[in-house]
């Protein structure tokens, strides 16, 4: 029988990537692997990463979390929408929504009714159909149990990133991961095949293995500062290169959303959990100071500064290698977009499920290494036209930073889209994208990009049948509203199970 090449895999880093890593394959392979991670208090972690998007709950249900015990734990609350404010223009909001639109009839998205009766004088707002939505207007929740992707609320959660990592911490522990407390210092490479084969802590500690995840964060110990692998800047479409953060006292309102606030260098996000509120502001560092990022936060926060404000320097763009050797980078150490959508949390768990379902017996073949590399350049890429599609389609004439970015020529990939879209309503996600149509369809409304035309099939009907169906379509989507508690209610019953 053929036996298995990789036997023991060794993780630098002990941040959330860290430990996402060491949970899901000490679940999943945990007889087939021997595991270490290696962490450095002296170093420690990032310290941000708060907002998810709802694959967050696959990750936590392949790895058996019980959602209440995991909800008290990181002192989570429920995510349901971004909410952007004075993005498209100062003082006018709009919200990204997890979830449907409306529903599709046939082959014609729902969208299309909507713009045909935006144009017959039947006026109403795109949210109007978005189930999340309306749970936020009526500030309710409750998990919903439905076949039917129309009527899913799908939601996402707000959290503690370093208690989430503790958390997994003690799970992968539990299930044999061997966790070494120290510092790296020196990388040790196979001479023949450059691969790696040990690493050397400060205190003389070896630690050798077949296959390295790099989860040591920004600096890439092994991917860039062993062995090399270049890094793509995509600073002049995403410029901002550095984040201001600090916690808060927690709201007295319960809020199931991040805030998003459009500042004229940059950006603020507003996060609420259970026991603070998570706040930060996103900036270009060269249309705005430190000094002056820091004294706009501490201004700008809802409650009373707990901590003093961190600065985070971060440089936008992915390692144009994710597998190099017998090493793949995963977290920080692979790229960096910025926070906008939340999706660093998702890659890890993207970045862990593809490497496990690439995983073989056999030696590392250069196709896996190619297939791996392949999907991970395609998924950064398409978020990455996403988050442009925030900062380029703006009105907020007359402020540098955001004037530069309306006026900066974008992927060919993002252009094209936004073509079709301006000309036809015409709306398709690429093959495995992560945001789909309905994600798309509102940040391109809010950000005051509207289709000049709608589908034929939308005047298939009647005027009256029109206003009917969108009458119809809004009480469908706020049907569901009468099961569900208050969402006060709804943490409160959390924390008591
Ligand atoms: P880190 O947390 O930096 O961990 C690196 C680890 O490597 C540490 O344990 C460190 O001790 C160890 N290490 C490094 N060098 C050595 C060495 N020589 N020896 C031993 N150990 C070593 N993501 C989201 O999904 N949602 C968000 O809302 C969000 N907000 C963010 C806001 C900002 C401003 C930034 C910058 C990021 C944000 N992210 C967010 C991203 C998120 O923080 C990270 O993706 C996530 O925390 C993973 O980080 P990491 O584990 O890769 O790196």
């Known amino acids: 029988m053929m036996k298995n090449f990789i036997k023991k895999v060794v993780i630098v880093g002990g941040g959330t990537a860290g430990w996402i890593a060491a949970a899901l394959l000490s679940k999943?392979?945990?007889?087939?692997?021997?595991?270490?991670?290696?962490?450095?208090?002296?170093?420690?972690?990032?310290?941000?990463?708060?907002?998810?998007?709802?694959?967050?709950?696959?990750?936590?249900?392949?790895?058996?979390?019980?959602?209440?015990?995991?909800?008290?734990?990181?002192?989570?609350?429920?995510?349901?929408?971004?909410?952007?404010?004075?993005?498209?223009?100062?003082?006018?909001?709009?919200?990204?929504?997890?979830?449907?639109?409306?529903q599709d009839f046939a082959f014609c998205p729902f969208h299309h009714f909507w713009l045909r009766a935006q144009q017959t004088n039947i006026h109403s707002e795109l949210w109007d159909y978005n189930l999340n939505y309306q749970c936020i207007q009526a500030n309710k929740f409750a998990p919903v149990s439905t076949k039917d992707p129309n009527l899913?609320?799908?939601?996402?959660?707000?959290?503690?990133?370093?208690?989430?990592?503790?958390?997994?911490?003690?799970?992968?522990?539990?299930?044999?991961?061997?966790?070494?407390?120290?510092?790296?210092?020196?990388?040790?490479?196979?001479?023949?095949?450059?691969?790696?084969?040990?690493?050397?802590?400060?205190d003389g500690t070896v630690l050798a293995g077949d296959l390295f995840l790099d989860c040591s964060g920004l600096r890439g110990l092994l991917i860039h500062e062993t062995l090399g692998t270049a890094f793509e800047d995509w600073s002049h479409w995403l410029p901002c290169d550095r984040a201001v953060a600090v916690p808060s006292e927690p709201l007295t309102a319960a809020l199931a959303y991040t805030r998003s606030i459009a500042h004229p260098m940059g950006w603020q996000w507003r996060i609420p959990l259970q026991h603070r509120n998570g706040n930060g502001l996103v900036y270009s560092s060269r249309h705005c100071s430190d000094d002056e990022a820091a004294h706009q936060l501490l201004t700008q926060l809802d409650s009373t500064a707990t901590d003093e404000p961190r600065l985070i320097r971060f440089t936008t763009g992915r390692r144009v290698e994710n597998w190099r050797h017998n090493v793949v980078a995963i977290g920080l150490s692979s790229g960096f977009?910025?926070?906008?959508?939340?999706?660093?949390?998702?890659?890890?768990?993207?970045?862990?499920?593809?490497?496990?379902?690439?995983?073989?017996?056999?030696?590392?073949?250069?196709?896996?290494?190619?297939?791996?590399?392949?999907?991970?350049?395609?998924?950064?890429?398409?978020?990455?036209?996403?988050?442009?599609?925030?900062?380029?389609?703006?009105?907020?004439?007359?402020?540098?930073?955001?004037?530069?970015?309306?006026?900066?020529?974008?992927?060919?990939?993002?252009?094209?889209?936004?073509?079709?879209?301006?000309?036809?309503?015409?709306?398709?996600?690429?093959?495995?994208?992560?945001?789909?149509?309905?994600?798309?369809l509102q940040v391109l409304i809010g950000q005051g990009v509207v289709p000049q035309d709608y589908h034929p099939m939308a005047d298939q009907v009647t005027e009256a049948q029109l206003r009917s169906l969108l009458n119809n379509m809004k009480k469908i989507k706020q049907a569901p509203l009468q099961q569900m508690l208050d969402y006060r209610e709804f943490l409160a019953r959390i924390n008591n199970k």
Do not use: C
Request: net charge negative.
């Open 28 to 102: 999943l392979m945990g007889n087939a692997l021997t595991i270490e991670l290696v962490e450095s208090d002296a170093i420690g972690t990032i310290g941000v990463g708060e907002a998810t998007i709802p694959p967050i709950r696959h990750l936590n249900e392949a790895l058996g979390i019980d959602e209440a015990d995991f909800m008290r734990e990181t002192g989570a609350t429920i995510k349901l929408a971004i909410k952007f404010e004075g993005w498209h223009r100062p003082g006018q909001d709009y919200f990204h929504a997890f979830g449907a639109v409306g």
């Open 152 to 202: 899913e609320v799908p939601y996402a959660y707000h959290f503690d990133a370093s208690r989430y990592a503790l958390y997994l911490r003690r799970y992968a522990e539990q299930r044999g991961v061997k966790r070494v407390e120290g510092m790296v210092e020196q990388v040790q490479r196979d001479t023949t095949s450059g691969d790696i084969a040990q690493l050397i802590l400060k």
């Open 337 to 440: 977009l910025e926070p906008l959508e939340s999706t660093s949390i998702h890659l890890i768990q993207s970045a862990v499920v593809r490497l496990l379902k690439l995983f073989s017996r056999q030696r590392i073949e250069p196709a896996t290494v190619a297939e791996y590399n392949r999907q991970s350049a395609l998924e950064l890429e398409q978020i990455r036209d996403f988050i442009i599609l925030h900062y380029h389609a703006n009105q907020r004439v007359n402020d540098p930073f955001w004037d530069e970015l309306r006026h900066m020529k974008i992927p060919n990939s993002l252009a094209q889209k936004i073509h079709l879209f301006q000309q036809t309503g015409a709306l398709f996600k690429t093959q495995d994208e992560l945001f789909v149509e309905s994600s798309w």
